[in-house]
């Protein structure tokens, strides 16, 4: 699929998994096949003087060319409870104001960890945007509530190093005033603007061993009967139309696609995945260059597989933690990824 020139949100930037156990989920996605560097935690002092603790949640990434899986956990209270061999990060915030950013820092991560209670598992979701201001301005036409823009430090690793990079990140948060800011019904949904491509095209360090490429397609399932609301809002969010088949709607991005199904719709896509919660990001598929290859690596990881409706190996969302991780041939067009001209395009917004 080509990318529309003229829209802001241009593809999935990247899926995160909420988790318990950082080493667990470590573990689990290096068995899958994953690259998965040392988490990082963000740090600052209990009291002035004090040495910087963990504080709020840690991250990691599968990262590829163009998007990323994150696994978070939320931070422990000292430093030797930390996963081994992660990395704090300092926070460089004025003593005047470390109790502020604490509170603001609580705040954040509170939706996640009211989804966490209900299930591990996919609650974040964040699609790229190629100019994070122009999406900003479009989103307050569409009468969209939004956080305001944040600048992110992401770091990104070259031949010459690994450096921070600047991105533009913000979140829809339309739905539920009384929600966390940056939070929707099924998690953080949002938009970032990534630092230029050709600065994500000198990575290095991307190589997976299960030969991952990037992200192709989330699954957003929603109870009987809401999916023209959900479709709705996300037209808003992206501004593009749905394709509609059956209990199915369609958004195509530009590398990549989301889709919106209710229950009964996602067990036919994913023979045996039941939602973990509804609304919730259900499933997330991920391209790779041998299709082959990838399910013999995780055949000798005696990792467990099935088979969706078009024939695609996927792992259960019980095993990978609260998500099917669904595997499709890089460039491999699938029985159920028809182009939008050979589906029912349509606009859900009255």
Same mark, same amino acid.
């Not at 509170?110 to 209670?117: E, H, K």
């Given at each position: 699929?080509?990318?529309?020139?003229?829209?802001?949100?241009?593809?999935?930037?990247?899926?995160?998994?909420?988790?318990?156990?950082?080493?667990?989920?470590?573990?689990?996605?290096?068995?899958?096949?994953?690259?998965?560097?040392?988490?990082?935690?963000?740090?600052?002092?209990?009291?002035?003087?004090?040495?910087?603790?963990?504080?709020?949640?840690?991250?990691?990434?599968?990262?590829?060319?163009?998007?990323?899986?994150?696994?978070?956990?939320?931070?422990?209270?000292?430093?030797?409870?930390?996963?081994?061999?992660?990395?704090?990060?300092?926070?460089?915030?004025?003593?005047?104001?470390?109790?502020?950013?604490?509170?603001?820092?609580?705040?954040?991560?509170?939706?996640?960890?009211?989804?966490?209670?209900?299930?591990?598992?996919?609650?974040?979701?964040?699609?790229?945007?190629?100019?994070?201001?122009?999406?900003?301005?479009?989103?307050?036409?569409?009468?969209?509530?939004?956080?305001?823009?944040?600048?992110?430090?992401?770091?990104?690793?070259? *031949?010459?190093?690994?450096? !921070?990079? @600047?991105?533009? %990140?913000?979140?829809?948060?339309? $739905? =539920?005033?009384?929600?966390?800011?940056?939070?929707?019904?099924?998690?953080?949904?949002?938009?970032?603007?990534?630092?230029?491509?050709?600065?994500?095209?000198?990575?290095?360090?991307?190589?997976?061993?299960?030969?991952?490429?990037?992200?192709?397609?989330?699954?957003?399932?929603?109870?009987?009967?809401?999916?023209?609301?959900?479709?709705?809002?996300?037209?808003?969010?992206?501004?593009?139309?749905?394709?509609?088949?059956?209990?199915?709607?369609?958004?195509?991005?530009?590398?990549?696609?989301?889709?919106?199904?209710?229950?009964?719709?996602?067990?036919?896509?994913?023979?045996?995945?039941?939602?973990?919660?509804?609304?919730?990001?259900?499933?997330?598929?991920?391209?790779?260059?041998?299709?082959? *290859?990838?399910?013999?690596? !995780?055949? @000798?990881?005696? %990792?467990?597989?099935?088979?969706? $409706? =078009?024939?695609?190996?996927?792992?259960?969302?019980?095993?990978?933690?609260?998500?099917?991780?669904?595997?499709?041939?890089?460039?491999?067009?699938?029985?159920?990824?028809?182009?939008?001209?050979?589906?029912?395009?349509?606009?859900?917004?009255?």
């Amino acid at each position: 699929m080509a990318a529309d020139s003229s829209a802001d949100i241009t593809d999935l930037h990247h899926v995160g998994l909420v988790v318990r156990d950082m080493n667990a989920a470590i573990t689990a996605f290096t068995r899958f096949g994953f690259h998965i560097g040392a988490p990082a935690y963000p740090a600052l002092p209990s009291a002035r003087g004090a040495a910087p603790e963990p504080v709020g949640a840690g991250n990691t990434h599968a990262d590829f060319p163009r998007s990323f899986i994150e696994l978070l956990a939320f931070a422990p209270e000292r430093r030797e409870h930390l996963p081994a061999g992660s990395r704090l990060v300092p926070l460089h915030v004025p003593e005047e104001q470390l109790a502020v950013t604490r509170t603001a820092i609580r705040h954040t991560i509170a939706g996640l960890a009211a989804r966490l209670d209900i299930s591990e598992g996919a609650h974040i979701l964040v699609f790229a945007t190629r100019d994070a201001e122009r999406t900003a301005i479009r989103l307050e036409q569409a009468g969209v509530a939004r956080t305001e823009i944040r600048t992110l430090q992401r770091p990104i690793t070259t *031949a010459g190093g690994t450096k !921070l990079a @600047a991105i533009k %990140v913000l979140e829809f948060s339309d $739905v =539920d005033p009384a929600m966390p800011a940056g939070m929707v019904p099924e998690g953080r949904v949002g938009a970032a603007e990534d630092v230029p491509n050709d600065l994500l095209d000198a990575q290095v360090g991307l190589a997976h061993p299960n030969g991952a490429t990037g992200l192709a397609e989330c699954v957003l399932c929603v109870d009987d009967g809401e999916l023209d609301s959900a479709g709705e809002r996300y037209e808003r969010y992206l501004n593009l139309p749905a394709s509609l088949e059956g209990a199915t709607l369609s958004f195509a991005l530009g590398s990549s696609r989301l889709i919106l199904t209710n229950p009964a719709g996602l067990a036919a896509l994913l023979p045996g995945e039941r939602p973990h919660t509804t609304p919730g990001l259900s499933a997330y598929t991920v391209e790779v260059a041998d299709l082959a *290859a990838a399910e013999a690596h !995780l055949r @000798a990881q005696n %990792v467990e597989l099935r088979r969706s $409706v =078009d024939g695609r190996p996927f792992i259960p969302a019980k095993v990978a933690f609260g998500a099917a991780l669904i595997l499709q041939q890089a460039n491999g067009a699938s029985a159920e990824r028809r182009p939008p001209s050979e589906m029912s395009v349509v606009s859900l917004r009255r």
